[in-house]
C-alpha cells in the first residue's frame, strides 16, 4: 500500500490529464506511510494499452521483514489484455469485448504459436525466492499457481500477512501479493500458470497466461496438462481457503497482519485493534450496471460519474467547487430510485473513521480501491449488508491494510479508513470497464487549516501549466500569479509552448 501523502494536487490535478513530455522530468515526491510490498502503477486507460510499471517498495534495512531474505525476487505483472487496439476498445468502454490472452510482464504464453516472447525465471534447487505478483488486467480476477510447488504467502500491498500455505492463490484486479516458493522439485522446468476467475469458458487454461520456472541444469522442458486452478466461480475458495481459522470471522483474503517484525502502525491510536474505534461516517455503496439513454454505464448509488472539464481540485480550491460540483449532492447510505450522471463528490470528516460498505450487484467480481490511503479491510459477506453484519461478521483484531479490496458478486466487503489526509480522493473500481463507464466517486477531506507542510502545492510543469492554462481559457500571468498564490513563477507562452520561469 502507498499512500500519497501531501501530494495529492499532483494526483488529482494533472498527473490524470497530463503526457510527460520528452525531455522534461516529472519529479512525483510521495511520503511513503508503510515501507513494503509493491504497488502497479497505471493510470486508467493507458493500462489498457501497456501504461504501467513496478514500483517495488522495500523494507529499510533496519527494520526485519518476518521471513529470511530469499535469494531474489521477481516481479510478475499478470493481467488480461486485448488483441484490437486499446483506442477501439476505448470507444465502448470495453462493452462488447472480451480479453484474448492473459500476459506476463507483457509477454504471451509459452507454447502459444502467437507469442513473440514467454516469461521465464531461473531457480536453483534447494534455494527460496520471492515472487511480487500484481493483477495489472482490465477486467479478470485471476488465479495464481506454479506446477507442483507450493507458495507460502507473505505479503500483501505492503503488509505483512498470517503465513499460509497455498497451491494457489486469486489476485483480483489491481491487487497484489507476495509470495516465498521454494524450489524443492527435481531440477526440471515447470509451468507458473494464471488463469481467469467468474468466467465461464469451458477450458479456462486455453487462455491462460503461461511462464515457466527453470532450475539450472535442467534438461527438460515443462510438461503434461497445465495444472487445474480451483472452480473459476467458487467464493469459499477465493476469500476462505487462504485461511481456514477466519471462516468463522468471514474475513475475505488474508485477514491478519503478522506484526511479529517489520510492521510500521498505521492506526494512530497506536494499536492494531480497531474494535474500539468510533466511527464517524459510513458509507454504503451499491456498485451496479445502467443503461443511461441507451448507453450501458456503471454506477454508485445509481450515479454514474460525470469527469467535469474543470479538475475537482482547482474548482474546490478556487471556486468552492460552485459550478463544477455540488458538494454532498449525492446519497451516501443508499441508491437513487433512479440512474442519474453526475460529479458525485461527498464530504469525509477529517481525521475521523469512516466506514466504507462496498455491496457488489453485479455478476462478477468488483475491486474497490481508494487513493490516498490504505484502509482496514474488517468483514465481507453474501447477500445485503446490515449493522448487524459488524458484530457479527467483522474481525476487528489486526485487519488487514492494504489499498484495495475485492467485493464478491452479490456480496460486500467492509473496510474501515482513518481520514488523516487532507484532499481530494479518488474513490473506484479497479475494474477497467467499471470504472471507465462511471464506477467512481470522489471524497472530499477538508482539513481547514491552510498550512502548506500539510498538503504540498502543485509542481509547477509545463504541464500543470497547460492544465490551468485550459481552464482559465488564459494564459495571463497576472492572473496565474492571482490564483495560484505563487507570486514568483510566471508563465511564458510562446509559439513552441509553455514554459515557465521564476522571477
Ligand atoms: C509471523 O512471522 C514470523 C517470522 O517473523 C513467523 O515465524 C510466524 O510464523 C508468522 N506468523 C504467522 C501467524 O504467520
Ligand atoms: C536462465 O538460464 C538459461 C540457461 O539455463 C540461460 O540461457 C539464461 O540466460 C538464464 N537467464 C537469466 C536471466 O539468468
Ligand atoms: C457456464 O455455462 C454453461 C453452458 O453455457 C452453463 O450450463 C453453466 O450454468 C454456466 N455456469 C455458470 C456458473 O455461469
Ligand atoms: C543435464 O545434463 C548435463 C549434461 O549432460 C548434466 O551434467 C546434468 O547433470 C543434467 N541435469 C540433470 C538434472 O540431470
Ligand atoms: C506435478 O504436477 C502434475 C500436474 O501438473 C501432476 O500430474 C504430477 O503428479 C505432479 N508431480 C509430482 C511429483 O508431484
Ligand atoms: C477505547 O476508547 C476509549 C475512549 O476513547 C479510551 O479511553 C480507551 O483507552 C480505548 N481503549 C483501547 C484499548 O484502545
Ligand atoms: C480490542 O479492544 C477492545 C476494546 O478496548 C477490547 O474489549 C478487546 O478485548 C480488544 N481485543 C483484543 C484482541 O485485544
Ligand atoms: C463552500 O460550499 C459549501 C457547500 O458546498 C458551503 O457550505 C460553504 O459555506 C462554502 N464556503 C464558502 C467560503 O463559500
Ligand atoms: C437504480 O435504478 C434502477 C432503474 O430505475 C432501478 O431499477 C433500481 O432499483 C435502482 N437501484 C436501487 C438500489 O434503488
Known amino acids: 500500500m502507498v499512500a500519497l501523502s501531501r501530494s495529492m494536487w499532483w494526483l488529482v490535478c494533472c ?23 509493491i504497488t502497479p502503477v497505471s493510470q486508467d486507460q493507458p493500462r489498457a494499452g501497456g501504461g504501467f510499471g513496478p514500483i517495488q517498495i522495500n523494507n529499510m534495512i533496519a527494520i526485519d521483514v518476518p521471513f529470511p ?14 488483441r484490437q487496439s486499446f483506442k477501439d476498445v476505448r470507444a465502448t468502454g470495453g462493452v462488447g469485448y472480451f480479453p484474448d490472452s492473459m500476459l506476463i510482464n507483457g509477454k504471451g504464453p ?29 477486467l479478470w480476477s485471476i488465479n495464481f499457481r506454479i506446477q507442483n510447488h507450493t507458495m507460502l504467502l507473505v505479503e500483501t ?39 481467469p476467475k467468474w468466467v465461464n469458458m469451458t477450458k ?23 495444472p487445474n486452478g480451483p472452480d473459476p466461480f467458487d467464493i469459499g475458495f477465493s476469500s476462505i481457503k487462504l485461511d481456514p481459522s477466519i471462516v468463522k470471522r468471514k474475513v475475505a483474503g488474508p485477514s491478519r497482519w503478522n506484526l511479529t517484525a517489520g510492521a510500521s502502525r498505521p492506526n494512530p491510536q497506536g494499536t492494531f485493534n480497531v474494535s474500539n ?37 482547482l474548482a474546490d480550491q478556487f471556486l468552492n467547487g460552485s459550478g463544477v460540483y455540488e458538494l454532498d449532492a449525492f446519497p451516501v447510505h443508499s441508491s437513487l430510485p433512479d440512474p442519474v450522471k453526475g460529479t458525485f463528490v461527498v464530504s469525509g470528516i477529517h481525521k475521523g473513521w469512516l466506514e466504507i460498505v462496498f455491496r457488489n450487484d453485479l455478476d462478477r467480481v468488483d475491486s474497490w480501491h481508494l487513493d490516498g490511503f490504505g484502509f482496514f479491510v474488517v468483514g465481507f459477506g ?29 456480496g460486500w466487503s467492509a473496510v474501515y479508513v482513518y481520514l488523516d489526509n487532507p484532499g481530494m480522493w479518488n474513490l473506484r473500481s479497479q475494474n477497467l470497464q467499471h470504472w471507465y463507464l462511471g464506477q467512481e466517486l470522489y471524497i472530499r477531506v ?48 510562446n509559439k513552441i509552448g509553455v514554459s515557465i520561469s521564476r522571477k
Request: hydrophobic fraction near 35%; charge should be negative.
Open 204 to 226: 479456462p487454461n486455453a487462455i491462460a497466461a503461461v511462464g515457466v520456472l527453470h532450475y539450472d541444469n535442467s534438461n527438460t522442458t515443462a510438461s503434461g496438462p497445465l
Open 110 to 138: 509459452y507454447l502459444d504459436p502467437l507469442s513473440k516472447a514467454h516469461e521465464s525465471f531461473n531457480v536453483s534447487k534447494g534455494k527460496t525466492y520471492r515472487f511480487r505478483i500484481s493483477n495489472v488486467g482490465n
Open 446 to 493: 477538508n482539513d481547514p487549516d491552510p498550512n502548506p507542510a500539510k498538503e504540498h502545492p502543485p509542481q509547477i510543469t509545463s504541464c500543470f501549466a497547460v492544465v490551468y492554462c485550459n481552464w482559465m481559457h488564459s494564459c495571463d500571468p497576472v492572473k496565474w500569479r492571482y490564483h495560484s498564490g505563487f507570486n514568483r513563477i510566471f508563465l511564458n507562452v
Open 157 to 195: 500491498e505492503g503488509s505483512y500477512t498470517n503465513q499460509v500455505s497455498l497451491d494457489s492463490l486469486d489476485v483480483h484486479v489491481g491487487q497484489s501479493y507476495s509470495v516465498l516458493v521454494t524450489a524443492d522439485q527435481n531440477a526440471e522446468d515447470y509451468y507458473i500458470v494464471a488463469t
Open 277 to 313: 474505534v468510533t466511527l464517524s461516517q459510513t458509507f454504503v455503496l451499491h456498485g451496479s450496471f445502467a443503461l443511461i439513454n441507451g448507453s450501458p454505464r456503471y454506477t454508485v448509488n445509481n450515479v454514474t460519474y460525470t469527469t467535469p472539464s474543470t479538475p475537482l481540485k
Open 15 to 37: 498527473m490524470a490529464l497530463c503526457t510527460v513530455v520528452v525531455g522534461e522530468e516529472i519529479l512525483l515526491k510521495w511520503h511513503v506511510k508503510i515501507n513494503n510490498g
Open 69 to 82: 531474505k530469499p535469494e531474489q525476487e521477481f516481479d510478475l505483472l499478470i493481467g488480461d489484455w486485448y
Open 382 to 410: 453474501l447477500g445485503e449488508w446490515t449493522p448487524e453484519a459488524r458484530s457479527t461478521a467483522y474481525n476487528f483484531y489486526d485487519p488487514i491494510v492494504r489499498s484495495t479490496v475485492q467485493v464478491y458478486p452479490g
